[in-house]
């Protein structure tokens, strides 16, 4: 039996440069046939997010990453590596803070998901008509990447 990847997706409809992540995670929804994968984000999540990491093996959280210069760039940071990345962000931003706390909370308790990865795209508003390609072809990279996490994983 596979194993349930969490897929987390931060941002709020309500503020635009951080809803790609939101428009990722119903792209996975529409589109996805991996029954393995469940699919939540800030908008629909009913539990708090220490519970939703402290409850998975596999955890992959879409996220605005702020460390890239272009505004469709999608940057996978896995493992260790991700480990490092959250540690050093210095961001106060809502996400990245809840986020560290979180993840922070599960390595106390030994409870940090064995397979973990951040799929960071830089902020790009969703209300900018001028750039819907980009946006639409930004939402597909950072699907395609969760595809090659999951298969990487040999979820």
């Known amino acids: 039996m596979k194993k349930k990847v969490l897929v987390f997706g931060f941002g709020h409809v ?12 119903d792209y996975l929804r529409n ?3 991996f029954q393995n994968l469940e699919l939540l984000d800030s908008n629909s999540c009913e539990k708090n ?15 605005a990453d702020h460390a890239h210069v272009r ?16 540690k050093h962000n210095k ?7 809840a986020l560290r ?6 390595s106390r308790r030994g409870r940090l998901p ?17 750039r819907e390609l980009n946006i639409s072809l930004t939402i597909s990279r950072a699907c395609q990447k969760v595809f090659e ?5 040999k979820i």
């Open 91 to 97: 961001s106060n931003d809502t996400h990245d803070v």
């Open 31 to 33: 589109r996805s046939n």
């Open 114 to 130: 064995r397979h973990r990865a951040l799929v960071g795209i830089q902020a790009v508003s969703t209300e900018q008509n001028s």
């Open 71 to 86: 505004s469709d760039a999608v940057h996978v940071y896995e493992g260790f590596e991700m480990d490092a990345f959250i």
């Open 49 to 63: 997010l220490e519970e939703c990491i402290e409850s998975t093996e596999q955890l992959i959280v879409i996220d």
């Open 101 to 106: 706390e979180a993840l922070n909370a599960a």
């Open 14 to 25: 309500s503020q635009n440069k951080n809803d790609i992540a939101v428009c990722v995670i």
């Open 149 to 153: 996490i999951t298969e990487n994983w």
